[in-house]
């Protein structure tokens, strides 16, 4: 599975962002698409996850701001980020699960200025 991820940028505090990831290869045993982000001297961590059948999990910090989504015939996930803070500021990876096997995409930066 290989995954593209697309969306990152420069935006003021309070603004937007959405966040793509496409997946190609082996597809048909995705289960599982979210996004992890890693800030600078600090651990990767979860920020939002979708199954298969549209479930979300969202880490508390980004609750009720951001906004995971996911179009099967695309094979792409979203991440749709609002009211974004500086502390959002970081590396942003698409992941996904497929066959019991984690797949990492390329980070993209997000940087939220105050």
């Known amino acids: 599975v290989q995954l593209q991820a697309s969306g990152g940028g420069l935006v003021q505090a309070g603004g937007s962002l959405r966040l793509s990831c496409a997946a190609s290869g082996d597809i048909f045993r995705i289960n599982v698409m979210g996004w992890y982000r890693q800030a600078p001297g600090k651990q990767r961590d979860l920020v939002a996850t979708?199954?298969?059948?549209?479930?979300?999990n969202y880490a508390n910090s980004v609750k009720g701001r951001f906004t995971i989504s996911r179009d099967n015939a695309k094979n792409t996930v979203y991440l749709q980020m609002n009211s974004l803070k500086p502390e959002d500021t970081a590396v942003y990876y698409c992941a996904v699960v497929s066959a019991s096997r984690n797949y990492w995409g390329q980070g993209t930066q997000v940087t939220v200025s105050s």
């Open positions: 979708i199954t298969s059948g549209s479930d979300t």
